[in-house]
């Protein structure tokens, strides 16, 4: 309560308020520092958000002009029914026109048991009278160093430690067995994951059973094999028979054959007219560049045609007009200057970001003259327009599609020639980024301009404080010798109004 009083005396007073008016005369140069600071803070962030678009615009020109791989060679394959195969291209693919019958899928090599009666105790008799079983399987493990290398994964199967008697029971535990050991080789990294074989049971009918294998891929050279126990336990399972499995016995599901051209579990196909054979139904070797994957057998042959990847190559475009209009937005609204609304931009006047705009406007729409006669030698050639305010857009697609479809080498050598667009973008920001870049420069100016006039701000707010309690202490003093005086005047006045006299 009493310091709102106390407040409310110091309001009304006048020295008080010529105090607070001393104090906001002198303060003036406050604002045109934090004016100064809002400037340089707005200036470095539109520096940082500059620095970021040109980056990205940058990196993208390094993809176009990849001497290894660019996406502006990107290839395509057009099929006019996928229902049998599928086809995809890259780079290295050769534009033409081609034709692919497919006249057998690759597949699996599975191999069946002889049928057991779920219930019977045949395996139960094999086992108590030869004990346990010992017996390998064969799968293919290619390395970088033998493409055919096989690893043989050993499997012992041994009843004495359990209580099974039924043929049903006993073939679950000689699957269990086997996927065991298939695992344990994967762990040891014998073998990859997809490389195992997987063993099962299975019902036919609610009273039968059968023991079923399958090799981990498709294809010959993906097959299993085997060593037998001993006493012969896949052989008399009729797992090992080397046939057909038929009726109720055992044998093999697709003809194996000897070879990768007469086993039934490669693939089949004519490309161009040449019958071909592969372990698996994706076909990445056949055709360079291209890759099929086979789907259904066809009874007749299919075209299909590779070339240039079209859409691919307009995305590609269409992300590189997205980035270089970002930044030439991003420049006009930072160096604008509008003198009927008094309205500038954060480095209106700056030489070096009107420098940048006006000379990627000229990396892009300038002659590339490495192009030979006859070739695309512009952008605007592409179908591509560039606006009053620099800004691009494609306004003739058909033009744009003729121009990919008609010389794809002259469409990528556009951007990506010695002088080529992309070429000439990339370089002119090489100057701008990086560590030792004009961005990186600028701002490092920038930051320390802003430390600055944080630290005069802050020696500013000291100073005036200082100020403020010396004019209060002067003021004080002014007080106490005005009622130093006003006492000492009421003092010689009380002696005056008693009618009496000194002298």
Request: hydrophobic share 35%.
């Amino acid at each position: 309560m009493l310091s709102s009083i106390n407040r409310a005396l110091m309001s009304n007073n006048p020295y008080e308020q010529l105090l607070q008016q001393i104090v906001r005369i002198e303060s003036q140069p406050r604002a045109a520092m934090e004016q100064r600071l809002r400037t340089t803070q707005r200036q470095s962030d539109i520096l940082g958000d500059l620095d970021s678009s040109v980056s990205a615009l940058h990196s993208l020109m390094e993809t176009f002009t990849d001497t290894i791989s660019t996406p502006l060679d990107g290839r395509a394959a057009s099929i006019s029914d996928d229902s049998y195969f599928s086809a995809t291209a890259s780079e290295g693919a050769v534009s033409g026109s081609h034709t692919l019958k497919v006249e057998r899928l690759a597949s699996t090599d599975t191999r069946l048991s002889k049928q057991y009666t779920s219930t019977g105790g045949t395996l139960k008799s094999f086992f108590d009278t030869n004990g346990a079983q010992t017996f390998n399987i064969s799968v293919a493990a290619p390395t970088d160093a033998d493409e055919d290398n096989r690893e043989d994964i050993a499997v012992t199967v041994d009843l004495s430690a359990t209580s099974l008697t039924e043929d049903e029971e006993i073939l679950q535990y000689i699957s269990t067995s086997i996927n065991d050991a298939m695992n344990s080789a994967v762990d040891a990294e014998t073998i990859e994951s997809d490389e195992k074989a997987v063993a099962s049971m299975v019902n036919e009918t609610s009273d039968t059973a059968r023991f079923t294998l399958r090799s981990g891929q498709t294809g010959f050279s993906n097959r299993v094999t085997f060593t037998d126990s001993a006493n012969g336990l896949l052989a008399a399972m009729e797992v090992t028979t080397a046939a057909v499995a038929t009726g109720t016995g055992g044998g093999y599901v697709t003809d194996i054959g000897t070879s990768e051209s007469d086993s039934e579990l490669n693939s089949k196909f004519v490309l161009d007219g040449l019958t071909m054979y592969r372990s698996n139904n994706q076909i990445s070797d056949a055709l360079s560049g291209v890759t099929m994957n086979l789907k259904e057998v066809q009874t007749t042959s299919l075209d299909f045609s590779v070339g240039p990847d079209t859409e691919g190559i307009k995305n590609q475009i269409t992300d590189f007009i997205a980035k270089y209009n970002e930044i030439v937005t991003q420049l006009a609204g930072s160096t604008m200057i509008d003198g009927d609304l008094g309205v500038r931009g954060a480095f209106a006047g700056d030489p070096t970001m009107r420098s940048l705009r006006f000379n990627l406007r000229n990396d892009v729409a300038a002659t590339v003259t490495s192009q030979s006669s006859g070739m695309v030698q512009s952008i605007a050639e592409l179908g591509i327009d560039i606006s009053e305010d620099g800004t691009l857009s494609i306004d003739d697609n058909e033009a744009f599609e003729d121009a990919v479809e008609s010389d794809p080498t002259a469409f990528k050598e556009l951007f990506t020639g010695s002088d080529g667009i992309a070429t000439r973008i990339e370089t002119r920001l090489d100057g701008y980024l990086g560590a030792d870049g004009i961005f990186d420069n600028r701002v490092d100016v920038l930051d320390d301009s802003i430390r600055r006039i944080n630290d005069q701000l802050e020696s500013f707010d000291d100073r005036m404080s200082r100020r403020e309690s010396q004019l209060r202490q002067q003021y004080a003093k002014i007080q106490e010798s005005i009622s130093l005086f006003q006492g000492q005047q009421s003092f010689i006045s009380s002696f005056g109004g008693g009618g009496g006299a000194f002298f």
